[in-house]
């Protein structure tokens, strides 16, 4: 069975502090995939990034970077100098080779970025 | 590319009506999606189609929802009869390959009085 756990159910902070978001998640799979997506106020779901379980470089793109650790089977996500507009729902999710890669979502985290 | 389109936006009925929800996915893309979102229940798959025929539907709550996918560019879930516990948004997905990102639609939230 796969499950991913966003511990954090809310993380309020203010504008240009750095934050970062967990994710864990549990596979018996050898070949998966780790997602974040971004659910702003307005409802819909915007893809962020995709890493395969063989590639555990990090990634930068901008303000945002992710860390992929299958030692801790985490994948974390970090904002940079964080902005109003970053306020979102933040949901991680896997995808298991196995399981048809279907995937399955964290339970998400709030953003809440205050100016 | 127009992305994925999903109708109505939003519904309202009352229970016991029959609900359909449309799905367009993206042109190409051979895989398609829906999810339910709710407050209690988070982001639940409800049934995958893989080149227009249902791969797992597992996810779909009751014999009242139901699913097709007629062609490549079009899929509708049904709800009959509709109940006030299956109010929820609901999002349709598609991807062109299992293993890539999926690109999801704006979502019908839909509303059981």
């Known amino acids: 069975a796969q499950k991913v756990t966003q511990a954090q159910t809310e993380i309020s902070v203010v504008e240009k502090e750095d934050v970062t978001l967990d994710c864990v998640y549990e596979t018996r799979d050898t070949t998966y995939y780790l997602f974040w997506y971004k659910q702003p106020p307005s409802g819909e779901l915007v893809f962020l990034i995709r890493?395969?379980?063989?590639?555990?470089q990090n990634e930068i793109s901008g303000r945002y970077s992710w860390n992929f650790q299958k030692s801790t089977s985490s994948f974390n996500f970090t904002i940079t100098a964080s902005q109003v507009v970053d306020s979102a729902v933040y949901f991680c999710?896997?995808?298991?080779?196995?399981?048809?890669?279907?995937?399955?979502f964290g339970g998400g985290t709030r953003l809440m970025v205050k100016p | 590319d127009a992305g994925v389109i999903q109708s109505p936006r939003h519904e309202v009925t009352e229970m016991g009506q029959e609900v359909t929800l449309r799905c367009k996915p993206i042109?190409?893309?051979?895989?398609l999606f829906w999810y339910r979102q709710t407050m209690m229940r988070g982001l639940e798959l409800l049934i995958y189609f893989n080149n227009n025929v249902p791969i797992d539907d597992s996810g779909m709550p009751e014999d009242r929802f139901s699913a097709k996918m007629p062609n490549a560019s079009f899929s509708t879930l049904k709800i009959q009869p509709s109940e006030p516990r299956d109010s929820a948004v609901y999002f349709c997905a598609s991807t062109p390959d299992r293993t890539y990102e999926q690109f999801f639609g704006p979502g019908t939230r839909l509303t059981v009085l």
């Open positions: 999710a896997l995808s298991e080779n196995n399981a048809g890669n279907m995937l399955t």
């Open positions: 042109s190409g893309h051979n895989s």
């Open positions: 890493r395969n379980s063989f590639d555990e």
